[in-house]
């Protein structure tokens, strides 16, 4: 089954990844300053797209002219769930379509990021693992999929069953937990709730990268999301 085209073009949307690239400085910053403009950057998406209340729609990323999403039946890597190999204006993203569509959501999300960084990790003044990147990542599809003002508010308001707000967000469990205890609404279990998404390098075989469309080639920058 080919890739399909999800999305529609204009300049404005075109313009919209260029500002969503400009809020990220090209200097150091601290971490608590990067989760700061990942979530920038997730209100201005909202702003555009004049999405104000949940679910967020996955057209979100494929109205973004020049991102370019391809949902496929069989991934060129088992295991592989998204990748993303960003370009100029945009890039192109591989998403899992046989995934629960809870996780394809924040799997999507998080593959966006990643479209907005250019391929480069955000610089942090303390470098660590490329974990650090990762967490930055997960961090921004969850200020996109559960933005702060939305979540707070049903929490204030008394809805405090995470299968609820799972199901009213199209996220999984873990997800809502993870953002409850970011927001500092609920104390976060002890055990690890969220897996790692990616790894910032291209997958290799035999020497070779995949393109987007499977094929092996030489020196493809691709980001993987296992």
Request: aromatic share 4%; net charge positive.
């Amino acid at each position: 089954m080919p890739a399909t085209r999800v999305g529609v073009t204009g300049p404005q949307a075109t313009r919209l990844i260029q500002r969503l690239r400009a809020m990220t400085p090209a200097w150091a910053i601290t971490r608590r300053e990067a989760h700061w403009i990942a979530e920038r950057q997730a209100r201005l998406l909202l702003a555009n797209a004049g999405v104000t209340a949940p679910p967020v729609p996955e057209r979100i990323v494929g109205d973004l002219d020049g991102v370019q999403v391809y949902p496929l039946p069989q991934m060129p890597v088992k295991g592989l769930l998204g990748a993303s190999k960003p370009s100029g204006q945009g890039g192109d993203i591989l998403i899992d379509s046989t995934m629960p569509v809870a996780e394809r959501r924040v799997t999507l999300m998080h593959e966006l990021k990643h479209i907005i960084d250019g391929g480069h990790a955000t610089k942090l003044h303390q470098r660590g693992s490329q974990t650090s990147g990762e967490g930055l990542c997960t961090d921004f599809a969850m200020s996109l999929l559960m933005p702060a003002p939305w979540l707070r508010a049903d929490w204030l308001a008394g809805s405090r069953d995470v299968h609820a707000l799972a199901e009213r967000y199209q996220v999984p469990v873990e997800a809502v937990s993870h953002r409850l205890h970011t927001l500092g609404l609920r104390q976060h279990p002890k055990r690890r709730l969220l897996r790692s998404h990616c790894q910032w390098q291209p997958h290799r075989k035999h020497g070779h990268t995949l393109n987007r469309k499977g094929k092996q080639t030489k020196g493809d920058n691709t980001h993987e999301h296992k």
